[in-house]
């Protein structure tokens, strides 16, 4: 079945430093790449996303990268802080056939003062 | 983005028990979403929520279990039913709205199960 992978589970970054997530996805009808951001004791937030018709996609210290062919996505953060400690989820989402979002297994960032 | 409420945010409840979680939109949805997040685990996804009939379940989850309502566009409840402590679990309500890919989530409800 569908499913998407992301790596690495753990990540641990100095403050200042930048952290890469990876995620690979393997039904080719995905169109929708978001991701989100869930910190202890709360829901999941979204912090950006992107579709597939763009390959890049920048918000401040966040970007997202987006490889079809490959069916690879990153996330990038520059500059960490330590309230960017948190478990990021990556998905892979699409309409056709029918709404359906596959979530990665989640990492957890570490941002070290 | 859309402002999404649950109540309660807690509870520990007694083996064999059932417990009614309610989730509430600030605006009108196209679809609401039950999602059960074990703990240090990811999302898995238990039912769409459908407006004015049965609920739409994943593999693995059953309408006696987790029976799920929908009266209007900006409401929805799941039942946790007959509980045991393979059930403690964050619970998460989510939403998209009616013309983007967007799905927005809930802050979740914690469930402990003794």
């Known amino acids: 079945g569908e499913n998407v992978e992301q790596h690495p589970s753990t990540l641990s970054v100095q403050e200042g430093d930048s952290a890469v997530i990876k995620c690979t996805y393997s039904?080719?009808?995905?169109?929708?790449f978001p991701w989100y951001k869930q910190e202890l004791g709360k829901g999941p937030q979204l912090i950006i996303d992107?579709?597939?018709?763009?390959g890049e996609k920048k918000d401040q210290r966040i970007a997202v990268t987006l490889n079809k062919t490959a069916k690879h996505f990153s996330l990038h953060i520059t500059e960490t802080q330590p309230e960017d400690s948190a478990v990021y989820f990556c998905?892979?989402?699409?309409?056709?056939?029918?709404?359906?979002?596959?979530f990665g297994a989640g990492t957890r960032l570490f941002v070290k003062a | 983005s859309a402002v999404i409420s649950q109540k309660p945010s807690r509870d520990i409840c007694q083996r064999g028990t059932s417990l009614t979680i309610q989730c509430q939109v600030d605006?009108?949805?196209?679809?609401m979403f039950w999602y059960r997040q074990q703990p240090g685990q990811s999302l898995t996804l238990i039912a769409t929520?459908?407006?004015?009939?049965?609920?739409?379940?994943e593999s693995g989850f059953v309408i006696d279990k987790f029976p799920i309502s929908r009266p209007n566009l900006t409401f929805s409840t799941l039942t946790v039913s007959n509980m045991s402590p393979e059930d403690s679990s964050i619970y998460l309500c989510?939403?998209?709205?009616?013309?983007?890919?967007?799905?927005?989530f809930g802050p979740g409800t914690r469930l402990t199960v003794l």
């Open positions: 998905a892979a989402s699409r309409r056709t056939g029918g709404f359906k979002t596959i």
């Open positions: 039904d080719s009808a995905s169109n929708y």
């Open positions: 929520a459908n407006q004015g009939s049965e609920a739409t379940y």
């Open positions: 605006s009108q949805v196209t679809m």
């Open positions: 989510s939403v998209q709205g009616r013309s983007t890919d967007t799905q927005y």
């Open positions: 992107i579709r597939s018709n763009v």
